[in-house]
């Protein structure tokens, strides 16, 4: 599963997971180690993405962020929300199809 986090706004996110050893990547390089069970990191404005075999919850300002899900990771990217485009700028559908490791071409879809 790949949750992607389009991030607006500097601000803290808090995670719950069932997983060990989750990275919240971020575009294009960096990461940082993700707990399991609940844990908190504070993110710059960006896109995000965190691998998992299961579902991991984020929560935080809602205003500052927004994160979709797909459970597919090589075929189906995560939606892109509408405001990600307006609030990060133009994103190329390669880069991302790139970041989040996406195999076929029509896998990214815009919410």
Same mark, same amino acid.
């Given at each position: 599963?790949? %949750? ?54 984020? %929560?935080?300002? !809602? %205003? ?7 459970? %597919?990771?090589?075929? !189906? ?35």
């Amino acid at each position: 599963m790949i %949750t992607a986090i389009y991030v607006y706004q500097s601000t803290s996110l808090h995670f719950k997971t069932s997983d060990s050893g989750l990275a919240l990547c971020r575009m294009p390089s960096g990461s940082a180690a993700l707990a399991e069970g609940e844990s908190a990191q504070w993110v710059e404005k960006g896109v995000y993405k965190i691998e998992s075999s299961n579902t991991v919850e984020v %929560t935080g300002d !809602n %205003t500052a962020f927004e994160a979709a899900e797909n459970p %597919t990771i090589k075929t !189906n990217g995560p939606s892109i929300p509408p405001l990600a485009s307006q609030q990060l700028g133009p994103l190329e559908v390669s880069a991302l199809q790139s970041f989040f490791g996406i195999t076929d071409a029509m896998g990214l879809d815009s919410a």
